[in-house]
Structures are given as C-alpha cells and as structure tokens.
C-alpha cells in the first residue's frame, strides 16, 4: 500500500499569504495525485487532479506540481473561505490512499 | 446539477448487517464508475471501494475485503454498499463519490450518511 504523507500537520496563515502544502508518497505514483479541500461538516471537494490539473469550477489562486513521490498545493493568496483541510490522494496503486490531511488555519 | 444522496445510515450493532444506498442524478449514472469513501469521526478520509460503469470490475480496501460489497443497479440509478460483519472501527461517515472519467479520482461527492457500530 502507497503512504501519502502530508506536511505539515497544521498550517497557520493569514488572508493574504501564500500557502504551500506538501505530500510525499512512499513509492513512484507518477503524476496520478489529487487534492481535496473539506470544511466542517461538508463532503470533501476536488481541487487538483493528476497533480496539476485544475478541476471543474476551482479558482486560479490553487495550483498543484509534482510527479514522482513529491507533490505541492500551492494557495497564491489566502481567501478567508480556503480555511479547510486538505488531503491528497493516490491512484496509481490499488488500494486507492489518501494523506492524513493538513489543516489550514487562520492565524 | 450532479447529485448523490446517500440513505440507510444508522446505529447498528457488532456483527450486523447494514446497506447504504447512493441515489443519482444530473448525469448518466451508467456511464461512470462510483467510489465509496469512508471518514470516522474526526478522522483522515479512507478510501472504501469502487465500481467501474457495468459492473464488471471491483475493488475494494483490504479493511473491508470480504465483509463489504459495492453494487450499482443503472436502471435506477443507484449505488450500494452491503456491509455485513460490522466492527466499531467501521464506524464513520460513509459517502458515494463520482469517479471522473476513469481517473479514479472522485469529482462529486454525496453529503454522507453516518454508520454507528456500537451494542
């Protein structure tokens, strides 16, 4: 099974800033990595797809790089609604894993 | 607009059975492989299982190999999941997610329907 290790654990930032998330994968997943956002109470939401691809509706300010075992979210300027957790997740490898998440906080 | 709402959530006891149900619409169900995903409270996101758009092929997590079984019926649009031997660590939110375009990743998410295992 591919661990997918997210660092750090907890983010804390202000509106404004930028934010770089990090996810490190215990073997090669090629490009094949995504990352979710979820706030309380909500199901998660896809941001990125195979590592860098935005997906549908997602703004500009989050973009994804990374191929291999090394992956990042990059926020470019915080929006007080990106206060979230987010994970990534793998699927070049059955079973299908995600990271432990890293919380963004305001700080 | 794509929706999944998931039913048949509840408090069930060690060793029972439980099926959840994901009803779908705004898309052609039949032509997308579905994921369920797992979250236990307070807890990190686990991957469940998936289903490609016939049926044709499964997989699951080997936490739930052997005691859980996804199903999809197209005709009505709609996704199961069988779970029977239930532990309290199956305990967790369970959503149904869409698969988007045989990527394996989950593009829309259903708002769950909570699992509690406890006597």
């Known amino acids: 099974e591919i661990v997918l290790t997210q660092s750090p654990a907890t983010l804390s930032l202000s509106p404004g800033e930028r934010a770089t998330l990090s996810c490190r994968a215990s073997q090669r997943v090629s490009s094949y990595l995504a990352w979710y956002q979820q706030k309380p109470g909500q199901a998660p939401r896809l941001l990125i797809y195979e590592a860098s691809n935005r997906a549908t509706g997602i703004p500009a300010r989050f973009s994804g790089s990374g191929s291999g075992t090394d992956f990042t979210l990059t926020i470019s300027s915080l929006e007080p609604e990106d206060f979230a957790v987010y994970y990534c997740q793998q699927r070049n490898n059955w079973p299908i894993t995600f990271g432990q998440g890293t919380r963004l906080e305001i700080k | 607009q794509v929706q999944l709402v998931e039913s048949g959530g509840g408090v069930v006891q060690p060793g029972r059975s439980l099926r959840l149900s994901c009803a779908a619409s705004?898309?052609?169900?039949?032509?997308?492989?579905m994921h369920w995903v797992r979250q236990a409270p307070g807890k990190g996101l686990e991957w469940v299982a998936v289903m490609s758009l016939d049926g044709t092929n499964k997989y699951y997590a080997e936490s739930v190999k052997g005691r859980f079984t996804i199903s999809r019926d197209n005709s009505k649009n709609t996704l199961y999941l069988e779970m029977n031997s239930l532990r309290a660590e199956d305990t967790a939110m369970y959503y149904c997610?869409?698969?988007?375009?045989?990527?394996?990743?989950?593009?829309?998410w259903g708002q769950g329907t909570l699992v509690t295992v406890s006597s």
């Open positions: 997610a869409r698969d988007l375009s045989k990527l394996r990743f989950c593009d829309y």
């Open positions: 705004g898309f052609t169900f039949s032509t997308y492989a």
